[in-house]
């Protein structure tokens, strides 16, 4: 909103009379001043809607950038639990060979005398299984690591 001229309408109509008494100028300055006082008070409150409205227009802002900053924080979070879904699935999978392994040995089958006729049979038979599985499992992180997934 722009200022009023002084010299408006209103003004101009006034002034625009012959013959004026000095009454009539006096209401002439008055009204005049009255002009200028209301032009003021608009100014005034234009001055307040707008630093208002670029407040506003600020915190508008600062919420986006708020908003984005927890998403990020958000996003950071949900790949760390996939990460850690990834290794625990890893871990499952490499486990799996020795309960097949030991699924096979516990079933009623004809086993080799090496295995069974003492518990160092089924000692080396375990930490070798256990071994290969923990080979399994080192071998497929580092390869996720390698192409950092994890």
């Known amino acids: 909103v722009g200022s009023l001229p002084v010299g408006s309408l209103h003004a101009r109509q006034l002034r625009g009379k012959h013959g004026h008494s000095a009454s009539m100028v006096s209401q002439d300055s008055e009204d005049a001043h009255d002009l200028l006082d209301v032009e003021n008070l608009l100014e005034s409150y234009f001055m307040l809607a707008d630093s208002t409205g670029e407040t506003l227009d600020a915190i508008g802002e600062y919420?986006?950038?708020?908003?984005?900053?927890?998403?990020?924080?958000?996003?950071?979070?949900?790949?760390?639990?996939?990460?850690?879904?990834?290794?625990?699935?890893?871990?499952?999978?490499?486990?799996?060979?020795?309960?097949?392994?030991?699924?096979?040995?516990?079933?009623?089958?004809?086993?080799?005398?090496?295995?069974?006729?003492?518990?160092?049979?089924?000692?080396?038979?375990n930490i070798s299984v256990l071994s290969m599985c923990a080979a399994i499992y080192f071998g497929i992180t580092r390869v996720l690591a390698q192409s950092k997934m994890i």
């Open 63 to 125: 919420i986006d950038d708020t908003e984005d900053l927890i998403n990020i924080h958000l996003d950071y979070r949900r790949n760390k639990l996939i990460r850690f879904e990834v290794i625990l699935t890893t871990a499952g999978f490499s486990l799996a060979m020795f309960n097949a392994v030991a699924g096979m040995l516990g079933e009623n089958l004809e086993l080799p005398e090496v295995i069974t006729s003492d518990i160092w049979g089924f000692t080396v038979i």
